[in-house]
Structure formats: structure tokens, C-alpha cells
């Protein structure tokens, strides 16, 4: 990005002293100096160009590895089988036909997650699947950590997954997974899904990217009709 800047500073340099001399320049002069100026901003577009693939460029995708299917205890909250529903969000490598030597991706850093249920008019503060459970946490930090959720950093050509629903195989209904439902029993009543389609959105933002994607969610009776579906 710095060599973009010096060379953009390049060109301007190179007009506010055209303009100076314009006047006095001989017509061959005046066709070799507009060659150089636009030959450089040419040359500085193109580097500009380049460099945004040093840039995070996160992907956002449905993926079974993304859910986690399994059987609770009696002692838990909500006891018997259970898969909760997730995404995968990714920030891609560098492309193959972009030498490594003078390309690096740089990583997504301080990435935090908002879905919206748009036909329940709410939006929930996302969890990465990776980050502290409520039930480990310090209680001081457990209202802290369900209110403002842990931040992610992902390298390049890594992989992490984000949380969605949950659905119990005891319930018709599903929920909205973050950290707020291990204050809720495990059951959010703000992000209850009655069986049916809803339309998510998933906003992932950080320091240095923003991605947006559009999502449907397929709520069944049965936890194994239950998917996420592309829009």
C-alpha cells in the first residue's frame, strides 16, 4: 500500500510541475510528459489492483463439518440427541496464479459475527464454535462474554465455523445458538424457530474486512429434515 502511495505522489508531483512549465515546453517535450503521467498512473492503478489480494477475503459456506450431531446426558439442560447448525467462514488463500514470493494474505483479524432473523426481526450476536463456553468461564466474565462475545482471527487459507441453531430432537422448535443460550437453559425465547424457512443474514466484520451473505434456515419437526439452506 505504501508503494501505491508514493507512486500516486509520484504523479501528482509530475503534474503540479507540468502545469508549471507548460508554457514552455516543446511539443515533443509536451507528448513525452503526457506519456509519463499517464504511464504512471497506469502503473499505479495496477499496483493498486495487486495489492488488494494481499487483503483478507473471507467466504462464508454451508458445510456439514460446520455442525456438531450428539447425545446429552441427563444431567444437562436439555437431556437426548441435539446437532447444532453452522457456517463456515473462511479466509481464502492467495490465488494459484499469484507467485506466493510477492503475494501474502494478510490475516482477518478481530473478526465478530451478527445473524439476523429477518422474519423474526432480531439480531444475535455470534459465537465461533472455538472460543470459551459459558459453563468454563470465570463468573465474572460469563455476562460479560454473553453480551460481547469473543473476536476471531483467521489466517489465511483457515477455516473457522460459526454457530446458527441448535435443534433438540424433544422440541418442534429450534433456536438461535450464541452465548446467550447458556443463560437461557439452552433455549433463547428471542431466537425461538417454529417450524418453517427463515432468511438470515450473517454479517462477519473486523479490523480490516466486512462480508455479508444471505442465508435460508429449514426448521423441520424432525432433527433430521433441519438445514441451512443458500438463499
Known amino acids: 500500500m505504501l ?38 498512473f497506469v502503473g499505479a492503478f495496477i499496483a ?15 458445510t456439514e463439518q460446520a455442525n456438531t450431531e450428539g447425545t446429552y446426558p441427563m444431567d444437562k439442560p436439555v437431556p437426548g440427541h441435539f446437532k447444532f447448525f ?9 490465488p494459484p496464479f499469484l507467485p506466493k514470493r510477492f503475494f501474502n494474505r494478510e490475516a482477518a483479524e478481530q473478526l ?7 422474519e423474526l426481526n432480531k439480531t444475535m450476536k455470534g459465537r465461533w464454535t472455538t472460543t470459551l463456553e459459558l459453563p468454563f468461564a470465570n463468573p465474572q466474565d460469563a455476562m460479560r462474554l454473553a453480551n460481547f462475545p ?8 483457515v477455516s473457522e465455523n460459526l454457530c446458527v441453531f441448535v435443534k433438540f430432537e424433544k422440541d418442534i422448535e429450534a433456536y438461535g445458538w450464541n452465548n446467550e443460550g447458556y443463560l437461557h437453559q439452552w433455549r ?3 431466537y425461538r424457530l417454529n417450524p418453517g424457512i427463515y432468511n438470515i443474514e450473517v454479517v462477519i466484520e473486523g479490523l480490516n474486512v466486512k462480508k455479508k451473505a444471505l442465508f435460508k434456515i ?5 432433527l433430521e429434515d433441519c438445514s441451512i439452506l443458500s438463499p
Do not use: H
Not at 493498486?48 to 454451508?62: A, K, R, V, Y
Open 48 to 62: 493498486l489492483w495487486l495489492d488488494t489480494f494481499n487483503n483478507p477475503d473471507i467466504e462464508i459456506s454451508i
Open 150 to 157: 469473543e473476536s476471531k482471527n483467521i489466517l489465511a487459507g
Open 86 to 94: 453452522g457456517l463456515s467462514v473462511k479466509n481464502k488463500e492467495i
Open 188 to 190: 433463547t425465547p428471542d
Open 112 to 118: 465478530d459475527a451478527k445473524i439476523t432473523f429477518i
Open 218 to 222: 429449514n426448521v423441520a419437526q424432525k
Open 3 to 40: 508503494r501505491v502511495q508514493f507512486c500516486l505522489k509520484e504523479c501528482l508531483y509530475e503534474i503540479i510541475i507540468g502545469s508549471v512549465f507548460y508554457p514552455f515546453l516543446s511539443m515533443n517535450l509536451l507528448k513525452s510528459f503526457i506519456g509519463t503521467i499517464i504511464s504512471g
